[in-house]
């Protein structure tokens, strides 16, 4: 497989529930991120990891707690979401975050819906 | 604050060609990116613009003029298959990305 993909596609999960969506990059790159995408609102950086250190974190909500083991996986742990948690979660993929003219290859993104 | 305008929707014909413009107010600038997304898929790269001027690739183009704060992109001999939300994206002075919130083209027979 080539790029970067995502798993689940789709998740649904209740407020009390525990997941965790993975995204997987095969491109050899040395940044990971995690964004959220709302209807009609701008992405919204979640986590940047360089080198398997986390550099980014956007005042996100605890109950968002990224992991990354490697530099091809990242994850997300979810667990006690709320509804307005629903959203498409996007991962991408970087060569040498925040050196400027480095382009984030992106996955296509897991749909969750919180009930 | 940071901020980056879009349209939010546009409507254009087969075969015409169509302009979607980006105005932006960063802190700082390092470089302008647009992205296509397909409904239900990954944004995809389309072009990178740093320095004043128009960059052209094949039936796209991007335009940039900094003194401005302004981009556009411009499609040429539109294809139904370009109907698809495009993300206009800059990087600021601490190489953050600040994403616009995307411009949905539909394309009309």
């Known amino acids: 497989e080539t790029g970067v993909t995502q798993t689940p596609r789709h998740l649904v999960m209740g407020m009390t529930n525990k997941k965790s969506l993975k995204c997987e990059q095969h491109?050899?790159?040395?940044?990971m991120y995690w964004y959220k995408q709302s209807a009609k609102k701008p992405l919204e950086l979640m986590f940047v990891?360089?080198?398997?250190?986390?550099?980014e974190n956007n005042s996100v909500p605890s109950r968002f707690s990224p992991e990354c083991p490697n530099s091809s996986h990242l994850f997300l742990h979810l667990h006690t979401l709320q509804p307005e948690d629903s959203a498409l979660y996007l991962c991408?993929?970087?060569?040498?975050?925040?050196?400027?003219?480095?382009?984030?290859?992106f996955g296509p993104g897991t749909r969750l819906l919180v009930l | 604050g940071q901020n980056i305008d879009q349209p939010t929707e546009m409507t254009a014909t087969e075969g015409a060609i169509v302009q979607i413009n980006c105005t932006y107010q960063?802190?700082?600038?390092?470089?302008l990116f647009w992205y296509q997304q397909h409904a239900g898929e990954a944004p995809t790269f389309l072009s990178y613009?740093?320095l004043d001027g128009l960059e052209e690739k094949g039936r796209f183009s991007s335009f940039l003029s900094r003194s401005k704060g302004y981009s556009y992109l411009l499609l040429k001999e539109l294809q139904m298959k370009d109907s698809a939300s495009y993300l206009c994206?800059?990087?600021?002075?601490?190489?953050?990305?600040?994403w616009g919130a995307g411009t949905k083209l539909i394309i009309k027979p």
């Open positions: 990891y360089s080198l398997e250190e986390r550099v």
């Open positions: 991408a993929s970087s060569q040498n975050a925040g050196t400027g003219a480095e382009t984030q290859y």
């Open positions: 491109l050899g790159h040395n940044a």
């Open positions: 994206a800059v990087r600021d002075s601490n190489y953050q990305l600040i």
């Open positions: 613009n740093v």
């Open positions: 960063t802190s700082g600038f390092n470089g």
